[in-house]
Protein backbone atom coordinates (compact mmCIF):
# COMPACT_ATOMS: atom_id res chain seq x y z
CA UNK A 1 0.00 0.00 0.00
CA UNK A 2 2.44 2.88 -1.42
CA UNK A 3 1.99 6.13 0.33
CA UNK A 4 2.25 8.78 -2.60
CA UNK A 5 1.89 12.96 -2.32
CA UNK A 6 0.45 14.60 -5.63
CA UNK A 7 0.15 18.22 -5.60
CA UNK A 8 -3.49 19.84 -4.82
CA UNK A 9 -4.75 23.42 -5.20
CA UNK A 10 -3.09 24.10 -2.05
CA UNK A 11 -0.15 22.47 -2.02
CA UNK A 12 0.71 18.77 -1.32
CA UNK A 13 -2.01 16.03 -0.87
CA UNK A 14 -1.20 12.96 1.26
CA UNK A 15 -2.31 9.50 0.07
CA UNK A 16 -2.06 5.80 0.24
CA UNK A 17 -2.56 4.42 -3.68
CA UNK A 18 -2.99 0.58 -4.32
CA UNK A 19 -2.84 -0.64 -8.14
CA UNK A 20 -5.00 -2.69 -9.54
CA UNK A 21 -5.04 -6.51 -11.22
CA UNK A 22 -4.50 -5.36 -14.27
CA UNK A 23 -3.52 -1.81 -16.41
CA UNK A 24 -7.05 -1.41 -17.78
CA UNK A 25 -8.84 -1.98 -13.85
CA UNK A 26 -11.34 0.39 -13.14
CA UNK A 27 -10.68 3.55 -10.77
CA UNK A 28 -11.86 4.26 -7.13
CA UNK A 29 -11.63 7.34 -5.50
CA UNK A 30 -12.33 7.29 -1.47
CA UNK A 31 -13.50 10.33 0.54
CA UNK A 32 -13.25 10.22 4.24
CA UNK A 33 -15.68 12.74 6.75
CA UNK A 34 -15.45 15.50 8.09
CA UNK A 35 -11.74 16.97 8.92
CA UNK A 36 -13.23 18.47 11.56
CA UNK A 37 -14.80 15.67 13.27
CA UNK A 38 -11.83 13.89 13.25
CA UNK A 39 -11.94 12.84 9.31
CA UNK A 40 -9.29 11.31 7.64
CA UNK A 41 -8.14 8.68 5.08
CA UNK A 42 -7.35 6.00 7.70
CA UNK A 43 -11.12 6.16 9.93
CA UNK A 44 -12.50 2.88 9.56
CA UNK A 45 -15.16 3.61 6.88
CA UNK A 46 -12.79 5.10 4.43
CA UNK A 47 -10.09 2.19 5.14
CA UNK A 48 -12.91 -0.03 4.71
CA UNK A 49 -14.55 1.65 1.17
CA UNK A 50 -10.49 1.55 0.11
CA UNK A 51 -10.06 -2.40 0.92
CA UNK A 52 -13.64 -3.37 -0.69
CA UNK A 53 -12.27 -1.83 -4.08
CA UNK A 54 -9.27 -2.85 -3.64
CA UNK A 55 -10.58 -6.84 -3.02
CA UNK A 56 -12.62 -6.15 -6.46
CA UNK A 57 -9.32 -5.44 -8.26
CA UNK A 58 -9.91 -1.46 -8.58
CA UNK A 59 -7.05 0.84 -8.93
CA UNK A 60 -7.68 2.88 -5.49
CA UNK A 61 -6.35 6.01 -3.74
CA UNK A 62 -7.46 7.33 -0.13
CA UNK A 63 -6.28 10.70 0.88
CA UNK A 64 -6.02 13.22 3.23
CA UNK A 65 -7.72 16.32 2.67
CA UNK A 66 -6.29 19.95 2.94
CA UNK A 67 -5.07 20.19 6.42
CA UNK A 68 -5.69 16.80 7.40
CA UNK A 69 -2.26 14.75 8.39
CA UNK A 70 0.41 15.30 5.71
CA UNK A 71 -1.82 17.30 3.29
CA UNK A 72 -1.01 21.17 3.17
CA UNK A 73 -3.44 24.18 3.04
CA UNK A 74 -6.35 24.27 6.17
CA UNK A 75 -10.08 23.42 6.06
CA UNK A 76 -12.20 25.03 3.51
CA UNK A 77 -15.70 23.82 4.04
CA UNK A 78 -16.24 22.09 1.07
CA UNK A 79 -15.07 24.46 -2.06
CA UNK A 80 -11.61 23.81 -1.14
CA UNK A 81 -11.99 19.99 -0.36
CA UNK A 82 -13.77 19.83 -4.05
CA UNK A 83 -10.66 20.66 -5.63
CA UNK A 84 -8.61 18.70 -3.62
CA UNK A 85 -10.95 15.66 -4.97
CA UNK A 86 -10.72 16.61 -8.33
CA UNK A 87 -6.31 16.67 -7.86
CA UNK A 88 -6.54 13.75 -6.79
CA UNK A 89 -8.99 12.09 -9.56
CA UNK A 90 -6.89 13.47 -12.26
CA UNK A 91 -3.84 12.07 -10.39
CA UNK A 92 -5.49 8.75 -10.21
CA UNK A 93 -6.04 8.87 -14.00
CA UNK A 94 -2.20 10.07 -14.54
CA UNK A 95 -1.28 6.89 -13.83
CA UNK A 96 -3.76 4.47 -15.06
CA UNK A 97 -4.02 6.10 -18.31
CA UNK A 98 -5.99 2.71 -19.67
CA UNK A 99 -8.45 2.25 -17.19
CA UNK A 100 -12.42 2.70 -18.82
CA UNK A 101 -14.27 2.96 -15.95
CA UNK A 102 -14.35 5.04 -12.57
CA UNK A 103 -16.62 4.98 -9.47
CA UNK A 104 -15.94 7.45 -6.07
CA UNK A 105 -16.90 6.43 -2.52
CA UNK A 106 -16.92 8.48 0.46
CA UNK A 107 -18.18 8.82 4.13
CA UNK A 108 -20.56 11.59 5.33
CA UNK A 109 -18.74 14.81 4.38
CA UNK A 110 -17.00 12.50 1.95
CA UNK A 111 -20.22 11.25 0.57
CA UNK A 112 -21.17 15.01 -0.43
CA UNK A 113 -17.85 16.28 -1.37
CA UNK A 114 -17.99 12.63 -3.77
CA UNK A 115 -21.59 13.86 -5.44
CA UNK A 116 -20.43 17.32 -6.18
CA UNK A 117 -17.49 15.58 -8.37
CA UNK A 118 -20.05 13.15 -9.64
CA UNK A 119 -21.59 16.26 -11.37
CA UNK A 120 -18.35 17.75 -12.75
CA UNK A 121 -16.54 14.88 -14.02
CA UNK A 122 -18.73 13.06 -16.71
CA UNK A 123 -15.87 9.81 -16.67
CA UNK A 124 -17.22 8.82 -13.14
CA UNK A 125 -20.00 5.55 -13.70
CA UNK A 126 -20.91 5.00 -10.58
CA UNK A 127 -20.82 6.03 -6.89
CA UNK A 128 -20.76 4.51 -3.44
CA UNK A 129 -22.12 7.30 -0.33
CA UNK A 130 -22.02 5.85 3.13
CA UNK A 131 -24.26 8.36 5.71
CA UNK A 132 -24.31 11.36 3.51
CA UNK A 133 -25.71 14.36 5.22
CA UNK A 134 -28.70 14.72 3.99
CA UNK A 135 -29.99 16.80 6.91
CA UNK A 136 -27.45 19.46 6.86
CA UNK A 137 -26.27 19.61 3.31
CA UNK A 138 -28.08 20.56 -0.10
CA UNK A 139 -28.12 18.44 -2.62
CA UNK A 140 -30.09 19.47 -4.83
CA UNK A 141 -27.49 19.89 -7.03
CA UNK A 142 -28.24 16.23 -8.47
CA UNK A 143 -30.72 17.53 -10.90
CA UNK A 144 -30.69 15.29 -12.29
CA UNK A 145 -28.06 12.68 -10.56
CA UNK A 146 -25.99 11.42 -13.80
CA UNK A 147 -24.83 8.27 -12.41
CA UNK A 148 -26.45 5.69 -10.56
CA UNK A 149 -24.70 4.27 -7.62
CA UNK A 150 -25.78 2.91 -3.88
CA UNK A 151 -26.25 4.69 -0.60
CA UNK A 152 -25.74 3.54 2.65
CA UNK A 153 -27.32 4.22 5.63
CA UNK A 154 -26.77 3.53 9.56
CA UNK A 155 -30.31 3.39 11.78
CA UNK A 156 -28.94 4.65 14.52
CA UNK A 157 -26.79 7.23 13.16
CA UNK A 158 -27.06 9.92 15.96
CA UNK A 159 -25.37 12.96 13.61
CA UNK A 160 -27.27 12.27 10.48
CA UNK A 161 -31.36 11.11 10.85
CA UNK A 162 -31.99 7.68 8.87
CA UNK A 163 -35.67 9.58 7.43
CA UNK A 164 -33.47 12.00 5.40
CA UNK A 165 -31.03 9.43 3.69
CA UNK A 166 -34.15 7.40 2.75
CA UNK A 167 -35.61 10.40 1.38
CA UNK A 168 -32.63 11.47 -0.68
CA UNK A 169 -32.21 8.25 -1.96
CA UNK A 170 -35.92 7.93 -3.38
CA UNK A 171 -35.42 11.30 -4.66
CA UNK A 172 -33.16 10.11 -6.67
CA UNK A 173 -34.50 6.87 -7.77
CA UNK A 174 -37.30 8.71 -8.90
CA UNK A 175 -35.41 10.30 -11.93
CA UNK A 176 -35.20 9.08 -15.32
CA UNK A 177 -32.61 6.57 -16.44
CA UNK A 178 -30.91 6.29 -12.91
CA UNK A 179 -31.25 3.55 -10.16
CA UNK A 180 -30.30 4.48 -6.88
CA UNK A 181 -30.20 1.71 -4.30
CA UNK A 182 -30.69 2.09 -0.64
CA UNK A 183 -29.20 -0.39 2.01
CA UNK A 184 -29.89 0.43 5.68
CA UNK A 185 -28.75 -0.93 8.45
CA UNK A 186 -31.17 -1.15 11.49
CA UNK A 187 -28.61 -0.99 14.58
CA UNK A 188 -25.37 0.52 12.87
CA UNK A 189 -24.47 4.27 13.82
CA UNK A 190 -22.57 6.97 11.78
CA UNK A 191 -19.30 5.00 11.64
CA UNK A 192 -20.64 1.74 11.16
CA UNK A 193 -19.41 0.43 14.15
CA UNK A 194 -19.63 -3.46 14.21
CA UNK A 195 -21.28 -3.41 10.60
CA UNK A 196 -17.79 -3.05 8.62
CA UNK A 197 -17.75 -6.54 7.61
CA UNK A 198 -21.58 -5.87 6.31
CA UNK A 199 -21.05 -2.51 5.04
CA UNK A 200 -17.88 -4.41 2.97
CA UNK A 201 -20.53 -7.33 1.58
CA UNK A 202 -23.03 -4.89 0.58
CA UNK A 203 -20.94 -2.47 -1.88
CA UNK A 204 -18.99 -5.99 -3.04
CA UNK A 205 -22.19 -7.67 -4.64
CA UNK A 206 -23.89 -4.13 -6.01
CA UNK A 207 -20.41 -3.39 -8.09
CA UNK A 208 -19.76 -6.45 -8.83
CA UNK A 209 -23.67 -6.38 -9.86
CA UNK A 210 -23.45 -3.66 -11.98
CA UNK A 211 -20.22 -4.38 -13.45
CA UNK A 212 -20.94 -7.98 -14.80
CA UNK A 213 -24.23 -6.16 -16.49
CA UNK A 214 -21.66 -3.99 -18.24
CA UNK A 215 -19.79 -6.40 -19.17
CA UNK A 216 -22.77 -8.03 -20.69
CA UNK A 217 -24.46 -5.61 -22.42
CA UNK A 218 -20.64 -4.51 -24.01
CA UNK A 219 -20.66 -8.22 -25.06
CA UNK A 220 -24.29 -7.86 -26.16
CA UNK A 221 -22.96 -4.46 -28.24
CA UNK A 222 -20.56 -6.17 -30.30
CA UNK A 223 -22.12 -9.25 -31.30
CA UNK A 224 -24.99 -6.87 -32.61
CA UNK A 225 -22.75 -4.54 -34.46
CA UNK A 226 -23.13 -5.11 -37.99
CA UNK A 227 -19.78 -5.98 -39.77
CA UNK A 228 -18.26 -3.36 -42.17
CA UNK A 229 -18.51 -3.67 -45.88
CA UNK A 230 -15.65 -4.70 -47.74
Known amino acids: ?12 LEGRYQPGTE ?7 I ?15 AYTLFQT ?5 FSVLRFNFRGVGRSQGSY ?6 LGDA ?20 GHSFGAWIGMQLLMRRPEISGFISAAPPANTKDFSFLAPCPASGLILQGGEDAQIPEPSVSALAEKLSGQRNIRVHYKMFPHADHDFNNHLRDLNQSIMEYVRDVMTKKQKKGSKSKKLKKPKPK
Not at 76 to 81: A, F, M, P, R, T
Open 23 to 29: DSSPLAL
Open 76 to 81: DGGVGE
Open 86 to 105: AAALDWLQAVNKDAKTCWIA
Open 1 to 12: MPEVIFNGPEGR
Open 53 to 57: FHMLG
Open 31 to 45: LHSNPQTGGSMNNKV
